[in-house]
């Protein structure tokens, strides 16, 4: 019978099974990116037959781990140890895909032992060696993505590199990737005698606890630990699988209240036949199972299609370009798991209350309900309003959820992009004096946390006539145990105008190394003040300051010397980016162009107002955000056309009148139109509300609402408008189209 109602209605069916399928696709396709990335990690540490991994203490990620190759040199000689050989991980840009690894091994490391050479020949062979141009081999899946075969040339950054084999692993993340010899990854990456991290094999696996010890003992600034737990401490992946979360729940919440929704009007639609259920001894459970188990069937439904449209998604995008190691491989049963409990979930929250409602219709009642009218409902008209408003107003229920699904479409997409706004006059201003005209980031990189430039560039740039003064800064994360999150490092040269901004509220500035002036809201959640110590990365440092500043991320860490902060995040002699001070800020533009010509693989200059956007950063948050917003309007979309498609059958009898008095076709789709376009206003409305209301929590929760700052603005407000004006549109016009096709006699007579 649960079937055969649904299928009764394949209209209503359809539209609530593919909203709720697209909340699923992305609870699919982002989780197996996360579980790509996840799963990358451990295969690389349990594939390198080692016992051990060394890396820098507290590193956010194993890309941005920085340790000097003289360590691994005296580990090597400690007797328990049996080999060891390091490895460089990195991101760059490369043709078609925004984020590459590029992993760097010795020649003589036991690693490269797991790369099996597929097509050409092994990245050390006297044939590669022999070959022009800088040799590197790329993972088979690389090679399928980019279209690269062996003898081709591969773009990484601003460097050319020639494919001398293919080579396959078995381990995506690893496949969609490219292995260069150790030396050119150090150039390429700007890491001159560091490794990420190294592995370590053992004499006697029982000697591990021992050689922990003393590592640990000796090398504060780095941290050895098990092969097998190194992967799973990865900060990176677990941000991102909290971030895949929330955008794969904001669709299924949009799903939930449209499948709510639809429920219900089926309910209000089945009002009659349900009476006739309890009138020949359907009891209240019997009737409320009935209704929920349609939800379930709706909902399981919804979860198969979507994990269909999910693996299709994701192999449509893995065949173009390389996400973190995703691929359908990545879609694990866990993954499929918990997206069928997500909609299990769904089904029982979605349908209880319209279960409970079809179980408390008391037979009388729904046997004396009008079908495809108003019957039923309350007849209490508005002080105002035209008949739109009217017609709104006697269906509250589903205005209500209707609204709440343009509300939290809208009102979701908005506060992203407003947040968007906020990280760009962040990153713009962040750490710059405000009298600088220009900003310079390392050119052709994927992501700026990864830019250095070498200083060299900087002591040539500050000797052009128009220029007044150059300032560095590095900028990067560490990882705090103590309070579960992470460290910005931000680090000048004393002195510089670039620092000048920091307005000290306690102790003094910043003078000398070993020093560390410390946000506000930092020092608030360490509970440390000036004269107190703290680790980082496994150095101390003395609390010479607490600041305060504009820019909320640069409270969320703290100062360092430009060389301290060099040190710690392993780019000796090298900044992340430069602020540049003009003699005539009116040349800014004309210097600019100077900088690019002069140094077009090296550097990336802009205007300061400009700096933001022109982020690849900024860029692919932007791509993203567009991604997200085309699937909160979709999955609304869906929601808005089957509750306005519920109002047409709901109200046939009621078209049906109004077709005999006369109305014609042209006027019965305006008054569908009209109370659509009604609903979008007043939800766009609503969705206002609910963006302020979202932000106001994120500002109040801690150090990371101090990171998602919002900036609004006329232009995000008129979007937002006409978001749910096309929710309106869109969703109102097949539902109004179909209204106006009803014939007048069989609309009458329609029950």
């Known amino acids: 019978m649960i079937l055969k109602n649904l299928l009764r209605r394949k209209g209503r069916t359809l539209l609530t099974v593919l909203g709720i399928s697209i909340g699923v696709a992305a609870i699919i396709g982002l989780g197996?990116?996360?579980?790509?990335?996840?799963?990358g990690y451990s295969s690389m540490m349990s594939g390198s037959r080692s016992d051990l991994i060394l890396s820098q203490a507290n590193s956010y990620d194993i890309s941005l781990s920085s340790v000097d190759e003289e360590i691994g040199s005296q580990v090597e000689v400690m007797p328990e140890v049996a080999s060891i050989s390091g490895m460089l991980q990195g991101i760059v840009e490369t043709e078609n895909s925004p984020y590459f690894f590029v992993f760097g091994y010795p020649e003589d490391s036991f690693v490269l032992k797991r790369f099996q050479i597929k097509a050409g020949v092994a990245l050390f062979e006297r044939a590669a060696q022999n070959q022009r141009g800088k040799p590197l081999i790329l993972g088979k899946a690389a090679s399928e993505t980019l279209k690269k075969k062996v003898g081709d040339t591969l773009r990484l950054g601003s460097g050319a590199y020639r494919v001398v084999g293919i080579y396959e692993t078995g381990d995506a993340f690893e496949d969609s990737g490219a292995v260069l010899p150790m030396d050119e990854a150090q150039k390429l990456l700007g890491k001159q005698r560091l490794v990420s991290m190294f592995y370590v094999q053992l004499k006697d696996p029982a000697q591990k606890d021992r050689l922990i010890e003393r590592v640990n003992r000796r090398w504060k600034d780095v941290e050895l630990t098990d092969s097998n737990e190194f992967g799973s401490k990865q900060a990176l992946s677990e941000s991102f699988s909290a971030y895949v979360w929330v955008i794969a729940g904001?669709?299924?919440?949009?799903?939930?209240?449209?499948?709510?929704?639809?429920?219900?009007?089926?309910?209000?639609?089945?009002?009659?036949?349900?009476?006739?259920?309890?009138?020949?001894?359907?009891?209240?459970?019997?009737?409320?199972?009935?209704?929920?188990?349609?939800?379930?069937?709706?909902?399981?439904?919804?979860?198969?299609l979507g994990v269909l449209i999910g693996w299709l998604v994701l192999a449509g995008i893995t065949s173009n370009t390389l996400i973190m190691g995703a691929s359908t491989a990545s879609i694990t049963v866990g993954l499929v798991s918990q997206a069928f409990v997500?909609?299990?979930?769904?089904?029982?929250?979605?349908?209880?209350?319209?279960?409970w409602r079809a179980g408390n219709l008391q037979p009388i009642e729904a046997l004396r309900y009008e079908g495809g009218s108003s019957g039923g409902r309350s007849k209490k008209r508005l002080p105002w309003g035209g008949m739109a408003a009217q017609s709104l107003w006697k269906r509250k229920t589903r205005t209500i959820l209707t609204l709440s699904v343009i509300g939290l479409t809208v009102g979701s997409i908005m506060v992203l992009e407003a947040i968007t706004n906020g990280m760009a006059d962040q990153l713009t201003n962040m750490g710059f004096s405000a009298d600088a005209e220009i900003i310079m980031r390392q050119a052709n990189i994927s992501d700026t946390g990864y830019s250095a430039i070498d200083e060299r560039i900087g002591d040539k740039i500050a000797a052009l006539p128009e220029v007044q003064a150059v300032s560095g800064m590095i900028f990067s994360a560490l990882v705090l145990p103590d309070v579960g999150g992470f460290f910005i490092i931000m680090g000048y040269a004393p002195g510089e105008m670039a620092i000048s901004k920091m307005n000290v509220i306690e102790g003094e500035r910043l003078r000398s190394n070993r020093q560390v002036m410390l946000?506000?809201?930092?020092?608030?959640?360490?509970?440390?003040?000036?004269?107190?110590?703290?680790?980082?990365?496994?150095?101390?440092?003395?609390?010479?300051?607490?600041?305060?500043s504009s820019v909320g991320w640069e409270e969320m860490g703290g100062v360092l010397t430009l060389r301290d902060a060099q040190n710690l995040v392993g780019k000796p002699r090298k900044v992340s980016m430069?602020?540049?001070?003009?003699?005539?800020?009116?040349?800014?533009?004309?210097?600019?162009?100077?900088?690019?010509?002069?140094?077009?693989?090296?550097?990336?200059?802009?205007?300061?107002?400009?700096?933001?956007?022109?982020?690849?950063?900024?860029q692919n948050m932007s791509a993203m955000l567009n991604g997200i917003s085309f699937l909160a309007i979709l999955v609304g979309g869906l929601g808005m056309m089957n509750t306005m498609l519920m109002a047409v059958l709901e109200r046939t009898r009621e078209i049906g009148v109004l077709r005999a008095l006369g109305w014609r076709r042209r006027a019965v789709l305006r008054m569908i139109m009209d109370e659509s376009l009604l609903l979008s206003a007043l939800g766009g409305v609503g969705g206002i509300v609910i963006a302020f209301l979202i932000s106001g929590a994120i500002s109040i929760a801690g150090m990371m609402g101090e990171m998602f700052q919002a900036r609004w603005d006329a232009e995000l407000f008129t979007r937002a408008l006409m978001i749910a004006f096309l929710l309106g549109g869109l969703g109102g016009l097949y539902p109004a189209y179909r209204a106006t096709r009803l014939q007048p006699v069989e609309a009458i007579r329609y029950e």
Do not use: H
């Open 250 to 304: 904001l669709a299924i919440v949009l799903g939930g209240v449209s499948m709510m929704n639809a429920q219900l009007m089926a309910v209000y639609e089945r009002t009659r036949e349900i009476g006739v259920l309890r009138a020949v001894g359907w009891t209240r459970w019997r009737v409320l199972l009935l209704i929920l188990g349609e939800s379930m069937v709706v909902c399981l439904a919804g979860g198969v």
């Open 578 to 618: 430069y602020s540049v001070k003009l003699k005539d800020p009116q040349t800014a533009r004309e210097v600019v162009d100077k900088i690019n010509a002069m140094y077009p693989d090296d550097v990336s200059a802009s205007l300061s107002g400009e700096f933001a956007e022109q982020m690849p950063d900024m």
């Open 519 to 548: 946000g506000r809201k930092m020092a608030d959640a360490l509970n440390k003040g000036v004269g107190d110590s703290i680790n980082l990365g496994g150095s101390r440092f003395r609390i010479c300051g607490v600041y305060t």
């Open 32 to 39: 197996a990116m996360a579980n790509g990335l996840q799963a």
């Open 342 to 355: 997500t909609v299990v979930v769904l089904g029982l929250v979605g349908g209880l209350y319209p279960a």
